[in-house]
């Protein structure tokens, strides 16, 4: 049986922390945008940045303002 190493990712990586129904509800409607955002709140998470599901909302919030929508979230 295979080892993995300290901070190896498994085959097939981790579960995501935040999907599009969350940006659903912060009212975004479904389009490419969700793609960008979400991948780039996926790549935070595998790269240790995003921990916890909260902190894959807040990057989500944030990647969609940067793209110019205006999204809140408490």
Same mark, same amino acid.
């Given at each position: &049986? &295979?080892?993995?190493?300290?901070? &190896? =990712?498994?085959?097939?990586? #981790? ?8 940006? =659903?509800? =912060? ?9 960008? =955002?979400? !991948? ?6 595998? !790269?240790?940045?995003?921990?916890? #599901? ?11 303002? !940067?793209?110019?929508?205006?999204? &809140?979230?408490?």
């Amino acid at each position: &049986e &295979e080892q993995l190493k300290f901070n &190896e =990712i498994p085959v097939g990586g #981790p579960k995501p922390l935040v999907g599009g129904d969350f940006l =659903i509800q =912060i009212g975004l409607t479904p389009g490419p945008h969700f793609k960008t =955002i979400l !991948d780039e709140v996926y790549e935070n998470q595998l !790269d240790g940045w995003v921990l916890t #599901p909260r902190m894959a909302r807040v990057s989500a919030v944030v990647k969609a303002r !940067d793209l110019g929508f205006d999204v &809140e979230y408490k």
